[in-house]
């Protein structure tokens, strides 16, 4: 009998992987605080929401925060805080999550795809310069995975165009360029605090910076109807065009709670990454992707590799992932597609798109696949057993070959089919 799991072998790992999220008395209590006060969500100005503010824009590194309804909406918000719209362009990496376009097209303007670097899968400096035309007013750089960006780059680029800079670090919570946090880099950073996130609150988002007006405009007035900003915050006033995009107190409760464990989270990860990056070297057809020399740290929201099938006797990703779950070790891939193949476009002239050549974007939609960030809460010697279940399946692969699966089983998020397994329980 085949020694493969997935054709009835023993797998190569049995224990359980930590949960996510990890949760403790502090979330408890905190909430409980909330609970009593009576004042769980309204205008957004509570005590929780308040003090969240200024302990993550500290973390972050920079002087300003405001906590919002999610990770979309934030980059939406800092676009019509600088009065970007419609006739305007921003340039976004053809490889992100859809959010980051949606949010550009919330506001009318028109997006135009640039290429990534293959060695990050962040935006590519030299693409997003040829991107840039008369009508370029933003470019918003994704820290995809947790690595940063080149910002430094992609910043020098955009001062001389007169361009604005929105890092989209929604995976990125803790992650260090050139020992500056991200999210601190651009004129302004976005997060996420979304259920998957390294820092959660169920749904959330946050936007820092070290412009006081601009954050204030968002906490006090677009994201809440357009009322005016401090003594002019009032009830049916509205000098602005806004949105309800209210964080509430229950979520601040919880983020705060989570905000103690993230530092020591984060380090925790990147200890654990570096010691599977390791173990998974030499691995023909499996390539894990690793640091530039101006990560810092590497805030691992995933960690994630590049799978050849010419070097891997032909199997499929899909095959390779279906494999490697069976082995005990959830992973999947993502981004199927770079964002201007998506369908949407081909439904939907409202949305305004233009897209420069992106060859190593359309590679790694091909390649990609990832361990999520809870495996790398798990003991050390348990990186080992990651690297094992790899190297058991390269010396099985001729037999892998036959095997069926549908593409579809794993371009999913591997916590959130845990969790709903978990759940199904
Ligand atoms: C790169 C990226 N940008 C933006 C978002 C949007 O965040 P949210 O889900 O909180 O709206 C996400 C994740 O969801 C993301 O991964």
């Known amino acids: 009998m085949s020694e493969l799991a997935i054709l009835g072998g023993k797998p190569a790992v049995t224990g359980a992987w930590p949960r996510w999220p990890v949760l403790g008395q502090r979330e408890r209590e905190l909430m409980d605080e909330v609970l009593a006060s009576s004042l769980w969500g309204g205008t957004g100005l509570g005590p929780k929401i308040t003090e969240l503010n200024s302990k993550f824009a500290a973390y972050c ?18 676009l019509q805080a600088w009065g970007i719209g419609p006739g305007d362009e921003v340039v976004v990496p053809a490889a992100t999550f859809f959010a980051t376009s949606v949010a550009v097209h919330h506001q009318g303007a028109t997006i135009v795809y640039a290429d990534i670097d293959p060695k990050t899968a962040n935006l590519d400096p030299a693409s997003f310069e040829a991107a840039i035309g008369e009508h370029t007013k933003a470019v918003i750089p994704v820290d995809i995975a947790g690595h940063p960006a080149d910002m430094d780059a992609i910043i020098a680029i955009a001062r001389r165009r007169g361009i604005k800079v929105l890092e989209d670090a929604a995976q990125a919570h803790g992650a260090i360029y050139k020992g500056r946090k991200t999210g601190s880099l651009g004129d302004a950073g976005s997060f996420s605090f979304q259920q998957s996130k390294n820092m959660q609150s169920g749904e959330g988002g946050f936007v820092c910076s070290n412009d006081g007006g601009f954050i204030d405009l968002i906490h006090y007035s677009i994201g809440k109807f357009g009322r005016g900003v401090r003594e002019k ?14 964080y509430t107190e229950i979520q601040a409760a919880i983020a705060l709670g989570q905000l103690e464990r993230l530092e020591k989270q984060t380090a925790y990860r990147f200890e ?3 010691r599977l990056i390791t173990e998974l070297q030499g691995i023909e057809g499996f390539t894990p992707f690793c640091y530039e020399p101006y990560c810092t740290r590497h805030g691992h929201h995933l960690l994630m590799a590049r799978f050849e099938a010419g070097g891997f006797e032909g199997v499929s990703r899909a095959q390779f992932l279906a494999a490697l779950n069976a082995e005990g070790v959830p992973a999947s891939s993502f981004y199927p597609m770079p964002l201007y193949e998506q369908p949407v476009y081909g439904t939907d002239p409202k949305l305004k798109m233009r897209s420069l050549p992106c060859p190593e974007t359309e590679k790694i939609c091909r390649e990609v696949l990832f361990f999520e960030q809870n495996l790398l809460l798990a003991e050390p010697d348990r990186m080992g057993e990651i690297a094992g279940a790899v190297r058991k399946l390269r010396r099985g692969a001729k037999e892998l070959l036959g095997i069926k699966v549908k593409q579809d089983d794993y371009m999913g998020s591997a916590v959130l089919r845990q969790a709903r397994k978990t759940a199904a329980q």
């Open 61 to 78: 590194d920079t002087k300003y925060g405001a906590a919002v309804a999610n990770g979309t909406v934030s980059m939406e918000l800092c």
């Open 272 to 274: 654990n990454a570096k």
């Open 233 to 246: 915050y009032a009830g049916h006033v509205h000098y602005n065009f806004g949105w309800n995009a209210c």
